[in-house]
């Protein structure tokens, strides 16, 4: 299974976390996630509480620490700004090895910290542990609708032959002298990205007449989606997969009791 | 004498923006016929093929498949028996893999479970890709890509087969692979390109179209070896190339 999936979030392997059905991992990770944002940020142990059930998933599925870390920087621009709030926010103030920091700002840079790490973690695990054609048939049956099924079944297909014809693009520019870094270029780098736009347009057009030419009538068939794909989730999947999505909760409720 | 695969009366096509692509086209093709359509660049090929299973509509004429005349309601079973493989297989293959790629088209026309499953298997041995079922076509060289366009269209099993430029983009390896796969099939085909020799080595019969009519129709042969009918048209064979009246 998953032979040449080369996708760098994808960790091949055979685990009972990979074995799951995609839907009842999508469900987990919405809970987990909710759970994690609902959770008051004074409080500390709770996070402690939900990386434990992080790296118990990690060990289950297999996914070394070192394959993982790399791949969480991704969060890095989005916690820059968490790093200001310390001095930018009002309020009772500490000193801090001579400095003069925010209390509000400390803990709402913990919050922002604290959740989006567990967040990036919990989605990478499912992403890691998922094929992407797993994803579509895993949607329908979440009941969501058949067009943004497939919306989505055509970027996971599109966004690479795109990026592709932005990358040779790009290098015909450049072998023609063209440097896009420089300001006063940033004109044909615009020209660029209209005419990859117009490029992408076109393509859509075509893809549709080849989808009509094949009978489409506005949705996906599902036995088409499902061709090769985990069979839909048997009660005993739901119940070990929402495991770590209930510690979560009942994490979350304690802490509201606790506090 | 049964129906022609293909008939085409009168067939008149202009785009919105007011150029005319065809300008009255009449074509028969008899099943199990391999035909060639030639022509130069915007000729009105691509335009033409588009037309065969009713993806665009004739300002005027008329097209019938195997007796069928193409209307509103007899539009899914003409799609279902013409087959069109695109030029370039990543408009044609936008699935996660490439089993649930071959399986779209069945799908749509009604196929389930274990025949679906035999459609995908036996189309999927015909190109000679039955162990690449679960791999993105993303991943694919293009000649695998072509092949695996070709098995998403074989999978409906239609009676008309219509290849636009089968050959572009391809290594020579993998131009005769697929010439190889082509030449085992039985469908009526209909192969658009500029590649002279392919269409010499895969059709019996050749038409020559240029702005919008046929300006020729005949034996693959003969066609090929009017080479001032081919200048007229912009097409010529590859250098050192010749083809002998047959």
Redesign the interface.
Same mark, same amino acid.
């Given at each position: 299974?998953?032979?040449?999936?080369?996708h760098p979030l994808y960790r091949d392997g055979d685990s009972p976390v990979h074995r799951l059905p995609g839907e009842v991992k999508i469900v987990c990770l919405v809970v987990f996630v909710l759970a994690v944002v609902a959770t008051p940020r004074e409080l500390f142990w709770p996070f402690g509480l939900f990386a434990l059930i992080l790296l118990a998933t990690w060990w289950v599925a297999r996914i070394p620490l070192r394959w993982m870390l790399p791949r969480m920087l991704i969060e890095v621009p989005f916690v820059v700004l968490a790093v200001l709030l310390p001095f930018a926010e009002g309020g009772e103030r500490v000193t801090v090895a001579g400095v003069e920091l925010s209390v509000v700002g400390l803990y709402a840079a913990w919050g922002i910290v604290a959740k989006g790490t567990l967040g990036v973690a919990a989605s990478l695990t499912v992403a890691a542990t998922t094929?992407?054609?797993e994803?579509?048939i895993a949607l329908s049956r979440l009941r969501v609708p058949g067009v943004i099924v497939s919306v989505l079944?055509?970027m *996971?297909?599109?966004i690479? $032959?795109l990026a592709a014809e932005a990358r040779r693009m790009r290098m015909a520019r450049i072998s023609r002298g063209d440097s896009p870094r420089m300001a006063h270029q940033i004109g044909a780098t615009a020209k660029g990205v209209g005419s990859l736009f117009l490029r992408s347009y076109e393509?859509g057009e075509?893809?549709y007449?080849?989808?009509?030419?094949?009978?489409?009538?506005g949705q *996906?068939?599902p036995?088409? $989606?499902?061709?090769?794909c985990a069979i839909a989730a048997s009660s005993r999947q739901w119940a070990l997969a929402l495991v770590p999505a209930t510690a979560a909760v009942v994490v979350t409720i304690s802490a509201w009791m606790v506090r | 004498m049964s129906a022609p695969a293909v008939q085409v009366r009168g067939l008149r096509y202009t785009y919105p923006d007011g150029h005319i692509a065809l300008d009255g086209i009449d074509l028969d093709v008899a099943a199990g016929e391999r035909v060639a359509l030639l022509g130069p660049n915007g000729a009105g090929k691509t335009t033409l093929m588009l037309h065969l299973n009713g993806v665009l509509t004739a300002s005027a004429g008329s097209v019938a498949i195997g007796g069928t005349a193409l209307s509103r309601s007899t539009l899914r079973d003409v799609r279902r028996r013409v087959g069109l493989v695109f030029q370039d297989p990543d408009d044609q293959l936008f699935m996660p893999t490439l089993a649930q790629d071959v399986a779209f088209g069945p799908a749509n026309f009604g196929l389930r479970g274990e025949q679906l499953a035999e459609r995908v298997r036996h189309a999927l041995e015909v190109v000679s890709m039955t162990e690449l079922a679960d791999r993105s076509p993303a991943h694919m060289s293009g000649g695998q890509r072509r092949r695996a366009a070709l098995a998403t269209v074989l999978a409906c099993e239609p009676e008309v087969l219509v290849l636009d430029e089968p050959s572009a983009n391809l290594d020579p390896v993998a131009r005769r692979e697929l010439a190889q796969t082509l030449t085992t099939l039985e469908s009526t085909m209909l192969i658009v390109t500029h590649d002279l020799p392919y269409a010499a080595q895969l059709c019996d019969r050749a038409i020559v179209m240029d702005r919008g009519v046929i300006v020729a129709d005949g034996a693959v042969g003969e066609v090929l070896s009017d080479a001032e009918l081919l200048a007229a048209h912009r097409l010529e064979l590859p250098w050192g190339f010749t083809v002998a009246p047959r």
């Amino acid at each position: 299974m998953g032979a040449g999936h080369s996708h760098p979030l994808y960790r091949d392997g055979d685990s009972p976390v990979h074995r799951l059905p995609g839907e009842v991992k999508i469900v987990c990770l919405v809970v987990f996630v909710l759970a994690v944002v609902a959770t008051p940020r004074e409080l500390f142990w709770p996070f402690g509480l939900f990386a434990l059930i992080l790296l118990a998933t990690w060990w289950v599925a297999r996914i070394p620490l070192r394959w993982m870390l790399p791949r969480m920087l991704i969060e890095v621009p989005f916690v820059v700004l968490a790093v200001l709030l310390p001095f930018a926010e009002g309020g009772e103030r500490v000193t801090v090895a001579g400095v003069e920091l925010s209390v509000v700002g400390l803990y709402a840079a913990w919050g922002i910290v604290a959740k989006g790490t567990l967040g990036v973690a919990a989605s990478l695990t499912v992403a890691a542990t998922t094929t992407a054609r797993e994803l579509p048939i895993a949607l329908s049956r979440l009941r969501v609708p058949g067009v943004i099924v497939s919306v989505l079944t055509l970027m *996971i297909r599109y966004i690479d $032959v795109l990026a592709a014809e932005a990358r040779r693009m790009r290098m015909a520019r450049i072998s023609r002298g063209d440097s896009p870094r420089m300001a006063h270029q940033i004109g044909a780098t615009a020209k660029g990205v209209g005419s990859l736009f117009l490029r992408s347009y076109e393509r859509g057009e075509r893809v549709y007449l080849a989808m009509l030419s094949r009978g489409f009538d506005g949705q *996906i068939p599902p036995m088409a $989606v499902g061709a090769g794909c985990a069979i839909a989730a048997s009660s005993r999947q739901w119940a070990l997969a929402l495991v770590p999505a209930t510690a979560a909760v009942v994490v979350t409720i304690s802490a509201w009791m606790v506090r | 004498m049964s129906a022609p695969a293909v008939q085409v009366r009168g067939l008149r096509y202009t785009y919105p923006d007011g150029h005319i692509a065809l300008d009255g086209i009449d074509l028969d093709v008899a099943a199990g016929e391999r035909v060639a359509l030639l022509g130069p660049n915007g000729a009105g090929k691509t335009t033409l093929m588009l037309h065969l299973n009713g993806v665009l509509t004739a300002s005027a004429g008329s097209v019938a498949i195997g007796g069928t005349a193409l209307s509103r309601s007899t539009l899914r079973d003409v799609r279902r028996r013409v087959g069109l493989v695109f030029q370039d297989p990543d408009d044609q293959l936008f699935m996660p893999t490439l089993a649930q790629d071959v399986a779209f088209g069945p799908a749509n026309f009604g196929l389930r479970g274990e025949q679906l499953a035999e459609r995908v298997r036996h189309a999927l041995e015909v190109v000679s890709m039955t162990e690449l079922a679960d791999r993105s076509p993303a991943h694919m060289s293009g000649g695998q890509r072509r092949r695996a366009a070709l098995a998403t269209v074989l999978a409906c099993e239609p009676e008309v087969l219509v290849l636009d430029e089968p050959s572009a983009n391809l290594d020579p390896v993998a131009r005769r692979e697929l010439a190889q796969t082509l030449t085992t099939l039985e469908s009526t085909m209909l192969i658009v390109t500029h590649d002279l020799p392919y269409a010499a080595q895969l059709c019996d019969r050749a038409i020559v179209m240029d702005r919008g009519v046929i300006v020729a129709d005949g034996a693959v042969g003969e066609v090929l070896s009017d080479a001032e009918l081919l200048a007229a048209h912009r097409l010529e064979l590859p250098w050192g190339f010749t083809v002998a009246p047959r």
